[in-house]
């Protein structure tokens, strides 16, 4: 059974549109929670990072951590098509394992 | 700013060739790691690296070797390339190998073997 996963898409919405990305994990032992974003012929850089269940917002974006469903969900308000990319969960246990990726959500958005 | 940096965007190389990519951060980082990606398998963590010197393997070792001689510098070794190497490299770092780390990657490497 795959660790972490991640329904790879292309997911397109329009412009303006509430963007849901969702991952889902099985070890409950993972304990830290993040998402990368990665544009085209670029590495991934550090979008989000959570730690608890519940809710974290930084501007547009909202991470969400539901460690008894074992479920995590990045939340795009207003999207632009700047936000189009690939977007990576990232779960880590807190031992020496490292982090563990979802293989990605290619998201398009149209002007 | 913080600086991960491979030193080829792009390498076309030939089957049975050595190949070497390096990679330099400026972030006085622990860790280094080497990732490759491809299209449907997502990052898989070939090696990393917690100190100079120090090498581990991560979940896809097999045809690869890596060298960090120096704090800054870590070197992807392809001791015979193949074809089923073709892929995206990527290099990160990160300052912390447990808890919560923060990985700072570079652009990568987009690597061909005919």
């Known amino acids: 059974q795959k660790e972490v996963e991640q329904d790879p898409g292309p997911l397109s919405v329009p412009e303006g549109a509430i963007v849901s990305l969702n991952c889902t994990y099985s070890n409950s032992a993972f304990q830290y929670f993040m998402w990368y974003r990665q544009y085209s012929r670029k590495g991934p850089e550090l979008l989000m990072y959570t730690y608890s269940s519940g809710n974290k917002e930084d501007g547009r974006f909202t991470a969400q951590v539901d460690k008894s469903s074992k479920y995590i969900s990045l939340f795009i308000r207003d999207s632009q098509p700047s936000d189009s990319a690939t977007y990576l969960c990232a779960i880590e246990g807190g031992g020496a394992d490292g982090l563990t990726f979802g293989k990605g959500t290619h998201l398009i958005i149209q002007p | 700013d913080v600086k991960v940096t491979q030193s080829s ?7 049975g060739e050595k190949v070497f990519l390096e990679c330099v951060q400026d972030m006085d980082h622990e860790n280094m790691f080497w990732y490759r990606q491809d299209p449907g398998l997502g990052l898989r963590l070939i090696y990393f690296s917690y100190d100079v010197k120090m090498k581990e393997k991560g979940d896809i070792p097999e045809g690869y070797s890596v060298s960090r001689e120096k704090k ?43």
């Open chain 2, 9 to 15: 965007r792009y390498l076309v190389k030939r089957t």
């Open chain 2, 72 to 114: 800054e510098r870590f070197s992807l070794i392809l001791e015979s390339a193949s074809t089923n190497q073709t892929s995206m490299y990527l290099c990160a770092s990160s300052l912390r190998l447990t808890g919560s780390e923060k990985l700072f990657f570079g652009s990568g490497t987009q690597l061909s073997v005919l």
